[in-house]
């Protein structure tokens, strides 16, 4: 794999207790956050994960995108089960994440589990994988859980952020443990000759000031982050 900072998004809904996963969506899913964090690491030493949950009071950042396993698995591990899913909220606070890492050399990318209904309207998703797109972020999506209801926007979020198949849809059916689905998935092995999720560069000029296209942070957000006010500027020229 290529040097890639990832942020891994967890559904930790109430959604997650669910036992058509075995244990429970929730364990299946840790283990498989864990599995794609090991392999980011070990992949490329200079690479780096962080953690986020995605339900409770709104999304939090568990950890920064960091080379230390210890705090990665212990974040992955530590999530807990509370209220739905904020997905759109959850990808801008992992962006923002990203916008912020320490190592600016190499991909982004964002990593989503899904196991709950996505609320939100398909034009959201659709404007926000566009704006991921712009800012040379690749996303992979695992859907393990509510397949059916939420495969048509996960597509077309998928889809909107892809650029030369950077993007992917993995979806896993009851019943199947998505370690196993996974290994053999692009998400772990992308990028063995295009170099993963783009050049990896903060995005500058029209591109950032651009990010949001109308969208409204998530008022935790600058909070979260420890960052200034002037990080979610708007541009009012910008369309």
Known sequence: MPLESTVIC???SEWMRNGDYQPSRMES????ANLV????IQSNPESTVGVMSLAGKGPELL????????????SIHDVNIFGKMNFVDGVQVAWLALKHRRNKNGGQRIIVFVGSPVHEESK???KVGKLLKKNNIAVDV????????NQAKLEEFVNAANSSNNSHLVSIPAGVVPCDVL????VLNEGMGDGGGGDGGDATGDAAAGMWGGCTPPPAMGAQLDVSPDAF???????
């Open 142 to 149: 695992i859907s393990m859980g509510e397949l059916e209801d």
């Open 10 to 12: 967890l559904d930790n």
């Open 233 to 239: 500027a708007h541009d009012p020229h910008t369309p």
């Open 124 to 126: 959201a998703l659709t």
């Open 63 to 74: 950890a920064a995108p960091t080379e230390d396993m210890g705090k990665i698995m212990g």
């Open 37 to 40: 964090s090991t392999q980011k």
């Open 29 to 32: 899913m840790q283990d498989a």
């Open 183 to 186: 290994i053999t998935s692009p």
